[in-house]
């Protein structure tokens, strides 16, 4: 074997892992393009073989130096470059992009650390601290098997959210990273609802679960007589026991112990009950499928009135200082003092099926509805401020942080508007339709879409 050839053989070993580099997508094409190969040609010659310049000198003294100073540069620059590669390749690309500075989700500055229930609190009134800013960029997005329109929770730097694929996931809200998933027997509509560490969620198979938050075993079940659509909420009993109100396709609104999943009450209306029971002031109001609303009392499931809602009802109630807001089927929105049972207001300018629920505010209610307008209503007299037209139905549930609301649409945009006027902030287009509510908490903003895909949204950089 000539020197030559002993020489190439040399290099070889460092070229490799150019080539290795090129193949997995690192950009060293410019490097390796740019780089002298040196090739000694017998005992007196040595040539120089660039990319666009190749001559040939003898080997003199002059020439032993040139061939020494050049293998030296050479073996440093490709040994930089090897060690970039392999910890390149030992890194893994990130998940998602990287919070952006004063972005960081324990650190907030919107929304609580968690969102622990649908709509936020008990009251349900869709309401979420500090302000959202002027845009939102995609930090990450998770693809499960199935449409969702299961409304997510946040808690303790998780997402749980519910999937028609019959599964309840929990997500890193940080990278979007599973933790776990649970298989119920049928697909999971409902909101999950997150206390002390265990997830409370219905299914379609009858059954309300309680799973550790951590691990997503089984802690108990509870069968009721048909499909679960509408969340769990919190219940507070007078000694002290925590219990979950859930209702059911088989007309019951059921009590339950958090603790162990004992039967604590059940309350019958005469028809299916959809949505989620508002609590609070030891209340429990629910719209039912039999055109009423129901008010029952939480410590025992004892009836406290009902109030005639004139059509069926499909969408859930607000509460706030003793009154109720809830809108029917026919595009209906009433406000009801919960101490009498009187309409304070009705609200009819719809005339479309109301399946979003409201938020409420000091000043303002704001509504979804199926004629693909949300409207926002002065809150003392249903006046009307503003309305918003989409290209799609409104089912999702809006939510208010700060000086701004934002809801999704079936015409698969997610809205960020203005309070004060109505004026479009900033949007974005999924693709999918958009019907469910979304979860504001840590400086993430979290919506499920028909598409089956988790989307989690932060501040733009």
Request: charged share 20%; with cysteine; hydrophobic share 40%.
């Given at each position: 074997?000539?020197?030559?050839?002993?020489?190439?053989?040399?290099?070889?070993?460092?070229?490799?892992?150019?080539?290795?580099?090129?193949?997995?997508?690192?950009?060293?094409?410019?490097?390796?393009?740019?780089?002298?190969?040196?090739?000694?040609?017998?005992?007196?010659?040595?040539?120089?073989?660039?990319?666009?310049?190749?001559?040939?000198?003898?080997?003199?003294?002059?020439?032993?130096?040139?061939?020494?100073?050049?293998?030296?540069?050479?073996a440093?620059?490709?040994?930089a470059?090897?060690?970039?590669?392999?910890?390149?390749?030992?890194?893994?690309?990130?998940?998602?992009?990287?919070?952006?500075?004063?972005?960081?989700?324990?650190?907030p500055?919107?929304?609580?650390?968690s969102?622990?229930?649908?709509?936020?609190?008990?009251?349900?009134r869709?309401?979420?601290?500090?302000t959202?800013?002027?845009?939102?960029?995609?930090?990450?997005?998770?693809k499960?098997?199935?449409?969702?329109?299961?409304?997510?929770?946040?808690?303790?730097?998780?997402?749980?959210?519910?999937?028609?694929?019959?599964?309840?996931?929990?997500?890193?809200?940080?990278?979007?990273?599973?933790?776990?998933?649970?298989?119920?027997k049928?697909?999971v509509?409902?909101?999950?609802?997150?206390?002390?560490?265990?997830?409370?969620?219905?299914?379609?198979?009858?059954?309300?679960y309680?799973?550790?938050?951590?691990?997503?075993?089984?802690?108990?079940?509870f069968?009721?007589?048909?499909?679960?659509?509408?969340?769990?909420?919190?219940?507070?009993?007078?000694?002290?026991?925590?219990?979950?109100v859930?209702?059911?396709?088989?007309?019951?609104?059921?009590?339950?112990?958090?603790?162990?999943?004992?039967?604590?009450?059940?309350?019958e209306?005469?028809?299916?009950?959809?949505?989620?029971?508002?609590?609070?002031?030891?209340?429990?109001v629910?719209g039912?499928?039999?055109?009423?609303?129901?008010?029952?009392?939480t410590?025992?499931?004892?009836?406290?009135?009902?109030v005639?809602?004139?059509?069926?009802?499909?969408?859930?109630?607000?509460?706030?200082?003793?009154?109720?807001?809830?809108?029917?089927?026919d595009?209906?929105?009433?406000?009801?003092?919960?101490?009498?049972?009187?309409?304070?207001?009705?609200?009819?300018?719809?005339?479309?099926?109301?399946?979003?629920?409201?938020?409420?505010?000091?000043?303002?209610?704001?509504?979804?509805?199926?004629?693909?307008?949300?409207?926002?209503?002065?809150?003392?007299?249903?006046?009307?401020?503003?309305?918003?037209?989409?290209?799609?139905?409104?089912?999702?549930?809006?939510?208010?942080?700060?000086?701004?609301?934002?809801?999704?649409?079936?015409?698969?945009?997610?809205?960020?508007?203005?309070?004060?006027?109505?004026?479009?902030?900033?949007?974005?287009?999924?693709?999918?339709?958009?019907?469910?509510?979304?979860?504001?908490?840590?400086?993430?903003?979290?919506?499920?879409?028909?598409?089956?895909?988790?989307?989690?949204?932060?501040?733009?950089?």
């Amino acid at each position: 074997m000539s020197d030559g050839f002993r020489f190439n053989a040399v290099l070889t070993p460092w070229i490799a892992p150019l080539g290795m580099a090129r193949s997995s997508g690192a950009f060293l094409r410019p490097w390796r393009a740019s780089l002298l190969r040196l090739i000694v040609c017998g005992s007196d010659r040595f040539m120089y073989d660039a990319p666009r310049t190749r001559w040939e000198q003898d080997m003199t003294t002059r020439g032993k130096w040139i061939i020494g100073l050049v293998a030296v540069a050479e073996a440093m620059i490709l040994a930089a470059i090897v060690v970039g590669v392999l910890l390149w390749r030992r890194s893994p690309a990130p998940d998602v992009a990287p919070a952006p500075p004063g972005a960081d989700p324990s650190s907030p500055s919107f929304g609580e650390a968690s969102w622990p229930i649908w709509r936020g609190d008990p009251a349900l009134r869709g309401q979420a601290t500090g302000t959202l800013p002027d845009a939102l960029r995609l930090v990450w997005q998770y693809k499960t098997q199935g449409k969702i329109k299961s409304s997510a929770v946040v808690d303790q730097g998780r997402v749980f959210v519910g999937s028609l694929d019959g599964r309840i996931y929990a997500l890193d809200l940080r990278t979007g990273k599973r933790l776990w998933s649970f298989e119920t027997k049928g697909a999971v509509e409902a909101p999950p609802l997150v206390h002390e560490n265990m997830v409370y969620v219905g299914s379609d198979d009858t059954f309300v679960y309680a799973l550790d938050a951590e691990t997503g075993h089984v802690r108990w079940r509870f069968e009721t007589g048909d499909k679960i659509i509408g969340a769990p909420n919190l219940a507070p009993q007078p000694d002290g026991t925590i219990g979950i109100v859930v209702g059911s396709y088989d007309t019951r609104l059921y009590c339950m112990n958090a603790s162990d999943g004992e039967e604590l009450w059940v309350y019958e209306t005469d028809n299916y009950i959809n949505g989620t029971a508002a609590v609070g002031d030891g209340r429990a109001v629910v719209g039912g499928c039999d055109a009423q609303i129901h008010i029952v009392d939480t410590a025992d499931g004892k009836p406290l009135g009902t109030v005639d809602a004139r059509a069926y009802i499909a969408a859930s109630a607000a509460l706030a200082d003793g009154r109720v807001y809830l809108g029917n089927y026919d595009g209906l929105l009433l406000c009801v003092d919960l101490s009498d049972g009187q309409v304070v207001w009705e609200y009819a300018d719809i005339e479309a099926p109301l399946l979003s629920s409201a938020a409420v505010t000091d000043r303002y209610v704001m509504i979804g509805a199926q004629d693909q307008r949300l409207h926002c209503l002065n809150r003392a007299d249903g006046s009307v401020v503003w309305t918003f037209a989409t290209q799609g139905d409104v089912d999702g549930s809006p939510v208010v942080c700060g000086d701004k609301v934002i809801f999704g649409s079936g015409d698969g945009r997610i809205y960020l508007l203005s309070l004060e006027d109505g004026k479009e902030v900033w949007s974005y287009e999924i693709g999918a339709a958009v019907m469910t509510s979304p979860a504001v908490a840590a400086n993430r903003v979290v919506f499920g879409a028909e598409d089956g895909v988790v989307y989690v949204f932060g501040p733009s950089r």
